[in-house]
């Protein structure tokens, strides 16, 4: 069964920073990887996709990575806004032979960036 | 932009009464999602549908239903709402030709009195 782990499960840092989240699954058979950031009380908005034969993607000042052998995906965020702040989640999506499973989230990273 | 609608964003509630908790997707997404989070924790998956008349139970059970009969449409309903069933209600869609990257509505906050 796959699993996905987020650490840390909270970071607080100054504003400026550049940081690095980071996303663990145990199942390296994946389609994609989504990742999300959710304000509270909101819903999730979709901040980059990573197919399993790439190896990392960029938006704006956020760049992801993906290492599906080792069952690995970073976050980079480069510096950091107070307006960065929101809990980060991270999503694998299964390959089943060719037919693609449901999403499968992490318990996410909650960001505090301090002005 | 993703063009995903939730209805009602917020709901409280008696015990007893049924809901119905709209979601509607304007991408002509064939597969929609519907998911439950507890705050502070994971989303969970309770249904999920591929296309009109298909819909299929998530991996947390749920005493919800949906029901899919047109693609832009995925209502859930309970029939008898309890404290139990206090939530937030996340919708989401997904298309073919964007490697299913999933889009997300702004959920409904159901409280059960």
């Known amino acids: 069964k796959q699993e996905v782990t987020q650490i840390p499960a909270a970071l607080s840092v100054p504003e400026g920073e550049n940081l690095v989240l980071n996303c663990s699954f145990t199942?390296?058979?994946?389609?994609?990887l989504q990742w999300f950031r959710q304000d509270p009380g909101k819903g999730l908005t979709s901040l980059l996709l990573?197919?399993?034969?790439?190896r990392e993607q960029t938006s704006g000042r956020l760049n992801a990575s993906l290492d599906k052998s080792s069952g690995r995906s970073t976050l980079y965020i480069a510096a950091s806004q107070p307006g960065d702040s929101a809990t980060y989640l991270c999503a694998v999506r299964h390959n089943y032979g060719g037919s693609q499973g449901n999403l499968i989230f992490g318990k996410g990273t909650k960001l505090s960036v301090k002005p | 932009e993703a063009d995903i609608y939730q209805t009602p964003r917020y709901l409280v509630i008696g015990t007893g009464k049924k809901i119905t908790l709209e979601c509607s997707q304007t991408?002509?997404?064939?597969?929609m999602y519907w998911y439950q989070q507890d705050p502070g924790m994971e989303l969970h998956l309770i249904h999920y549908s591929y296309g009109v008349n298909s819909t299929e139970k998530g991996d947390l059970s749920s005493e919800s239903t949906v029901s899919r009969i047109r693609t832009e449409h995925f209502p859930l309903t309970l029939e008898s709402a309890r404290p139990s069933h206090t939530s937030q209600y996340l919708c989401?869609?997904?298309?073919?030709?964007?490697?299913?990257?999933?889009?997300f509505g702004p959920g409904t906050r159901l409280t059960v009195l």
């Open positions: 991408m002509g997404h064939d597969k």
């Open positions: 199942d390296s058979a994946i389609y994609n």
């Open positions: 989401a869609s997904s298309g073919r030709g964007s490697y299913n990257e999933q889009f």
């Open positions: 990573i197919q399993s034969s790439q």
